[in-house]
């Protein structure tokens, strides 16, 4: 890992193909909290990153390459199971892909002789988005641009499905509410009760095509999303428009995330295709980005 002079990223990481998508793992227990996956064109490398913040003894950042997961086919999407942990002998590596091929891997690893991967198939066109159930890992969830939210069991079994009004763009399980499911389609949100079966409570953009949502780890109540080149916030309590709308990019949005520290941050990138893709990152009480940056990217067809 090396510091970059420019204001457009603090580090880089040289990599020896098109980096596709890249997920930092969301859960903090097993000390498991800096672990860092990134595909290439047909391969899934594992990581940790260090920063100053955390370890007084490391300058700036310090990365480590911990496996390669070949693949064989392009990676459009990755999550990571709660059941990943380092601290246990031995580690648990677990996360799952969405690839080109419309077929969703599930890998595990023990960083030594186990190295395994299970193929779940059902979906019949592109896999906008995919998630672990957040509490037990023992569930995923997937959306696609065949009009369809599925549930799958580990072993690859199918136990819910729901028919969406267009492609599914987003889908979110929140750790707090493990029942309820939140999927994004072109133009609404709607949360699924896992229990009965059938949505339960639906968000109106007004706008299309709404990009990516996502539902805020540390506010069940807020709701965040990017539709055209505006960023939209709801608070469900209050009203199923958004309570905030504002244009966040020059074209189309891509992406939107909360981040996993605070209800107030949230980031917002392009639309996928552009050579130069505009990363944001807001504060909710401010009216103007607090952080902007520019990379150089690949193409590509989704952002995830």
Not at 52 to 78: C, M, N, P, S
Not at 220 to 225: M, N
Not at 283 to 300: F, T, Y
Request: aromatic share 10%.
């Amino acid at each position: 890992m090396k510091q970059d002079a420019s204001r457009n990223a603090a580090y880089t990481l040289d990599c020896e193909d098109y980096v596709h998508v890249v997920e930092f793992n969301p859960f903090e227990t097993g000390d498991s909290g800096n672990l860092i996956a990134y595909s290439g064109n047909n391969y899934v490398i594992i990581g940790t990153c260090t920063f100053q913040e955390e370890e007084a003894d490391v300058e700036g950042i310090q990365y480590k390459t911990l496996q390669t997961f070949h693949h064989g086919v392009r990676v459009d999407g990755i999550a990571w199971s709660p059941e990943t942990r380092l601290d246990s002998l031995p580690p648990i590596i677990k996360f799952c892909t969405s690839a080109a091929d419309l077929k969703i891997r599930l890998f595990t690893s023990d960083l030594q002789d186990k190295n395994e991967y299970k193929v779940l198939e059902g979906h019949s066109y592109f896999i906008n988005g995919l998630v672990f159930d957040p509490k037990g890992g023992q569930g995923i969830a997937s959306v696609s641009d065949d009009h369809t939210c599925k549930i799958w069991t580990l072993e690859g079994v199918q136990t819910s499905h729901f028919i969406l009004h267009s492609p599914g763009m987003s889908v979110c399980w929140h750790p707090e509410e493990t029942f309820k499911l939140m999927v994004a389609d072109n133009g609404t949100i709607r949360f699924y009760d896992l229990v009965a079966q059938q949505a339960i409570l639906s968000l109106e953009s007004e706008q299309v095509p709404l990009m990516s949502a996502h539902w805020c780890l540390k506010h069940t109540f807020k709701v965040g999303s990017v539709a055209e080149n505006d960023w939209l916030i709801w608070d469900i309590t209050r009203s199923s428009y958004p309570q905030t709308k504002s244009p966040v990019h020059m074209d189309r949005a891509g992406l939107f995330r909360w981040s996993t520290i605070s209800e107030n941050l949230s980031a917002t990138t392009d639309y996928p295709g552009k050579m130069a893709s505009q990363f944001q990152i807001y504060h909710l009480g401010h009216s103007q980005p607090i952080l902007m940056g520019s990379k150089v990217c690949s193409l590509r067809r989704s952002y995830h």
